[in-house]
């Protein structure tokens, strides 16, 4: 029976016990000629009763447990009900504590290291993988700092902003392996740090570049003699094989570019530092314009503009990076089309920018297109020269510069490729910086 119930049933109970009481003293009272004597006697008897069962429920309070009553009256009654809700918060505790180990034995079994940290950043638990993989020792490091554990100026960076995992740490632990780490915040300011060892990863990220930089290597040298051997061949000696030998020096000279932008990437994948040079843009925005014009030859309108700002980073990668996108849009923009080529420095970025009215890119390739040889049309990218490696060599070129690759683009309409550049990168242009 639910407890309103119950308690409803206690009180009408009590109500007629009372009522029986008066009625019984009332009779007695017309027997005896004492009606005002004896209602006072029963008025007394029920006060004493009541403050009686009163006392013995007052004795309980504090007790984490109540017995149950066996009466039916109110007070038995709130007794049972007292004891019930009890029952239940304790069964609730109960369940509530073995879902907290659970899930601790869950957390405890997982091969990534998981930390918990509070609002300050102090460690509140941790897992059996941390100790392996950070070096975390229980109960020791419960309520430390998590940068006074993990002491490299790249975490203490990296915990600032955290909204990008961290690659390619080295385990306090163990330097010889490589960890991964995630920052996941949750409950306002709380936050739980997850490492992962990415050691057999990396390795094999290695194994994959190496493969690829011996075999573009070792393919080189053939490829130039037989390079060499077909610009050799006049084709006035035999005109009946001039297409097939035309087609053989097409094909060796796509092979040799292909060779070609594959060292260039495993170059520059295996580049930590860049050179810091300053970049005078308007010289590089007027000699990518001139390279667009000599590309074009005449079948494009081609116009170009230079904010007064300079740029800091490689001079050699950067233009190679913005050339690509100069030629891919002589490349897929019809005759008679637009290009523009622009710097524009502001709002705390510098964007370069290369704008075209070619073919465009319908949206669901946008995602893939710096993936190496990934084309949209492989026939018009074959047609043109392409080896379907230059936008992969532009987002590792501005990878290495912190800079990103903004693509806009509608089919039909034409695309806007832009290297966008934090403030850090830019530099007053010569003049400026020398005025005092
Ligand atoms: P490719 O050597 O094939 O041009 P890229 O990596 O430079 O390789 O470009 C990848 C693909 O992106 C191209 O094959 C092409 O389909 C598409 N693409 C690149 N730039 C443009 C552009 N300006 N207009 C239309 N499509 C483009």
Redesign the pocket.
């Known amino acids: 029976m639910p407890v309103k119930r119950r308690l409803g049933v206690a009180w009408r109970s009590s109500i007629w016990r009372i009522v029986a009481m008066l009625v019984v003293a009332l009779v007695a009272g017309v027997a005896l000629h004492a009606v005002a004597l004896a209602l006072l006697v029963a008025f007394a008897a029920l006060f004493a009763i009541e403050l009686w069962r009163l006392a013995k429920l007052s004795r309980l309070v504090g007790e984490r447990r109540w017995p149950s009553a066996s009466g039916n009256g109110i007070w038995d009654a709130l007794q049972n009900a007292r004891r019930d809700g009890q029952r239940r918060r304790i069964d609730e505790k109960r369940r509530l504590a073995s879902a907290l180990r659970a899930f601790r034995d869950a957390a405890a079994a997982l091969p990534d290291a998981v930390v918990a940290l509070d609002e300050d950043g102090r460690i509140d638990w941790f897992n059996a993988a941390a100790n392996d993989l950070l070096g975390l020792k229980y109960p020791h490091d419960i309520g430390a700092h998590l940068t006074n554990l993990l002491r490299s100026p790249r975490v203490a960076e990296w915990l600032a902003d955290a909204s990008e995992p961290l690659a390619d740490l080295p385990s306090p632990a163990d330097e010889s392996r490589r960890l991964s780490l995630r920052l996941i915040r949750y409950a306002d300011d709380r936050a739980l740090l997850v490492a992962r060892d990415i050691s057999q990863l990396m390795r094999l990220e290695q194994v994959r570049r190496d493969f690829v930089a011996n075999v573009s290597h070792e393919l080189r040298t053939p490829l130039t003699v037989v390079h060499g051997y077909l610009d050799m061949i006049e084709p006035e000696q035999m005109p009946e094989f001039e297409p097939i030998l035309h087609e053989l020096r097409n094909q060796s000279r796509r092979m040799t570019q292909i060779v070609e932008d594959l060292l260039t990437l495993s170059r520059l994948e295996a580049r930590g530092e860049l050179p810091q040079e300053r970049i005078g843009m308007r010289a590089l925005v007027e000699a990518l314009r001139r390279e667009a014009v000599a590309l074009s030859q005449g079948r494009h309108e081609i116009t170009a503009h230079a904010d007064l700002c300079d740029l800091q980073g490689s001079s050699k990668e950067l233009h190679s990076a913005f050339s690509?996108l100069v030629s891919?849009?002589v490349?897929?923009?019809p005759a008679g089309g637009r290009i523009e080529v622009r710097w524009i420095c502001g709002a705390g970025e510098g964007r370069l920018s290369v704008t075209?009215t070619?073919?465009?890119?319908p949206a669901q390739h946008l995602p893939r297109?710096t993936e190496r040889f990934?084309?949209?049309?492989t026939s018009?990218?074959r047609e043109t020269g392409?080896?379907?490696?230059?936008?992969?060599i532009v987002k590792h070129v501005l990878q290495l510069h912190q800079a990103r690759l903004d693509i806009r683009?509608e089919a039909g309409v034409g695309?806007t490729?832009a290297c966008v550049f934090g403030a850090q990168r830019l530099l007053p242009p010569l003049e400026e910086a020398d005025s005092p």
């Not at 070619?358 to 890119?361: R, T």
């Not at 990934?374 to 049309?377: A, C, E, F, I, P």
């Not at 392409?386 to 992969?392: E, K, P």
């Open positions: 690509n891919n849009a490349r897929y923009t075209d070619g073919q465009g890119i297109l990934y084309r949209v049309s018009r990218s392409g080896t379907g490696l230059g936008l992969s683009s695309s490729f």
